[in-house]
């Protein structure tokens, strides 16, 4: 009868594989990330080599003028690596920057010590310098890099570049086309606006700019044939401001968010595409488009759209293969990961004080600079399923972003939501609360942060600690 009983139990708490020992909810859903993502990189042996520079440079970004800005390898965007999963990247990095850098790589699952952090797992490149990041990316996807030091300065002198893993047999996509929104606050002069982390910029929502530009021009088209099957991969490099592009006339469907594909391919709809997000589009071109010329505009705010660029379509192409799509990833659902108590909450505010007169802060604490960081304010164990809670005591927007693991969102004001794939980046609106549930797998010391740069530089910034 007691065994009976016992039996009982053990089935309705679910028993771990061959074990007789009940397993715990966080277990579970621990173990059901499991083939979902990757715990290892797999190096095929070749190894793709760059070189990358940081220098100042004179660009015709804006109206022909000649704009002053700093830029990887003279350009903005830099320039786009492009590897295969298995592939070993190897970037030698020079600074010829007046001031120190890192190169941090966002959304890559990296070795902790390529991760970029200035005094957390690298000493910074001093003028001059220089450095060689080498890493096996484990995941497919678009990620991005850009400095970790003062980088709501350096991002937004223009340093910043995709990286994109392609998946080792990519799908067969007529193109595959990069998009990078990135805006400029220009001064009367027409040169970027040289004062940074204003008590403006502060109070609100970062440094918006009065110029948006796609891959550095403001006159950005794609020209397609009618039919054509494209995959446009959009990154927000912007320092503060959030995009929420709109494709009159045409049907994009999600496939990926912040690089990871999504269980099921989901139509664009209103995406907000926060600094630091991307998101990766299938496009099929109509045949017979209404017109010829199709603008893509940003709504996020509705009475305030900013033209982004133009899609042109011209004549019809060879009929485009037709494919599945690749949005087909194991997604864990992880709906019951709100019935497991919140692992840690962190309370988001700013008050008077610190470097720039108002400062941000977690849980009270402004991050004291990479240099003076004092120790991990979360420690969490690898393998272990996580329950974090952001409470925005603010008015503002903060995009809340991870280092070194890819996380879910579980909730909105205590309401499940059930988005079919992982992200890297979620914004957080006025004075929300979100729930979001992550496995860490990779051990070190990891950067939680605002990705509004100017709310991270006055101290929305900390340290967590992945150990085993
Ligand atoms: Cu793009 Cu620390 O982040
Ligand atoms: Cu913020």
Known sequence: MLQLLFVGLAALAGLAGGGCRPESPAARLARELKGAIAERAKPTGTVRTFDIEAAPAELPLIEGGKLRVWAYNGRVPGPELRIRLGDTLRVRFTNRLPQPTTIHWHGVRVPNAMDGVPHVTQPPVEPGGSFTYEFTPKDAGTFWFHPHVRSSEQ??????????????????????????????????????????????????????????????????????????????????????????????????????????????????????????????????????????????????????????????????????????????ARVPSWSTGLQIPVTKEFRIDARRGGDYGIEWTFNGVAFAGHEHHGPPMLTLERGGWVRLRFVNDSFRLHPIHLHGTFFRLLARNGVPVDEPFFRDTVLMHSKETIDIGLVPLDAGKWMMHCHILEHAEAGMMMLFEVRG
């Open 155 to 328: 991002v937004e002198r223009g340093l910043y570049g995709v990286l994109i893993v392609e998946d080792p047999t990519p799908p067969p996509y007529a193109r595959d086309v990069v998009w990078v929104l990135d805006d400029w606050l220009l001064d009367e002069t027409r040169q970027v606006f040289d004062r940074f982390n204003t008590p403006h910029d502060l109070m609100h929502d970062g440094r918006w700019g009065n110029f948006v530009t796609v891959n550095g021009r403001t006159d950005t088209t794609l020209a397609a044939r009618g039919g054509e099957r494209i995959r446009l991969r959009l990154l927000n490099a912007s320092n503060g401001r959030i995009y929420a592009p709109e494709f009159a006339g045409l049907d994009p469907q999600i496939i990926a968010v912040d690089g990871l594909y999504l269980a099921r391919p989901i139509p664009l709809g209103r995406f907000e595409l926060a600094p630091g997000n991307r998101l990766d589009l299938d496009i099929t071109m109509p045949a017979a488009p209404a017109s010829r010329s199709l603008a893509v505009v940003d709504q996020f705010y509705a009475e305030r759209p900013n033209h982004l660029a133009d899609v042109v379509i011209d004549g019809t192409g060879p009929r485009a293969p037709s494919f599945a799509s690749p949005a087909r």
